[in-house]
């Protein structure tokens, strides 16, 4: 039996799927350039204009939303990770059936130990650019072409409010504006002193899988401040 939390989650995704559309068809009226939704699953792009010049991602909603889903593995085999400590401290903190003494087969931060959890959160904020491209543009190895403007709508599903984000522009605000902190179970993202994101254990979906233990990048669109966010 799914939990309210699956049944919700698959309510999300259709809603998500349909608000493309309506994007989609907004686009192609606003800008006066035929776009297409993109519909595949190896890539970040959700729609994109016919000569790939403009590759956007939609939120369907100024609030914190998922941006980026990605398994332990793709995550270290995209940034190249090879210092054992940092391998640790994922496979601990994001879990797995190794762990399975622990609440959810996961450790918490201090659970870890704060060595480990120092470790990894220094190599968050001196890799801030590289992390951000596989969360919010470029995704994991396997997936192609990149995000050059995010969507976002003021008022919740209404593509008359919609907003875009270069995004290039933005991490590098991200970059040299932004710090990591990190709690029990979760890391924060802020940006000017404002959280604009977090990253978590996704635990959602057949419980202990490598999906329930993948790394949840999530990204609260509405609260980014920038001359790189405008009404489209």
């Known amino acids: ?10 309510k999300a995704k259709l809603d998500g799927h349909v608000f493309e559309n309506t994007v989609q068809q907004f686009l192609s009226n606003k800008i006066g350039t035929n776009i297409i939704v993109e519909g595949a699953s190896g890539t970040k792009v959700d729609v994109r204009s016919e000569d790939n010049k403009l590759r956007f991602s939609i939120k369907k909603t100024p609030t914190d939303l998922q941006v980026g889903l990605i398994t332990q593995k793709n995550f270290i085999d995209a940034l190249n990770i090879k210092d054992n400590k940092i391998l640790n ?9 190794h762990v399975s003494e622990f609440n959810r087969h996961r450790k918490t931060s201090s659970e870890v130990g704060s060595k480990l959890s120092d470790h990894f959160l220094n190599f968050m904020n001196n890799n801030i650019m590289n992390i951000l491209k596989v969360a919010v543009t470029h995704g994991s190895l396997n997936q ?14 209404d593509a008359e409010s919609l907003q ?3 995004a290039k ?3 590098k605000d991200f970059e040299a504006n932004g710090i990591w902190t990190m709690t029990e179970t979760t890391l924060h993202f802020h940006c000017h002193d404002v959280k604009v994101m977090s990253l978590q254990m996704f635990g959602s979906g057949r419980k202990f899988s490598n999906g329930y233990h993948s790394l949840q990048f999530r990204i609260a669109c509405g609260k980014i401040k920038g001359t790189y966010v405008s009404a489209v």
């Open 164 to 166: 875009k984000i270069n």
């Open 144 to 157: 192609t072409d990149d995000v050059n403007y995010i969507l976002f709508p003021k008022v919740k599903h």
């Open 169 to 171: 522009k933005m991490l």
């Open 1 to 10: 039996m799914k939990t309210n939390r699956q049944i919700a989650g698959q």
């Open 89 to 97: 401290f994922i496979s601990n903190f994001f879990g797995g059936d």
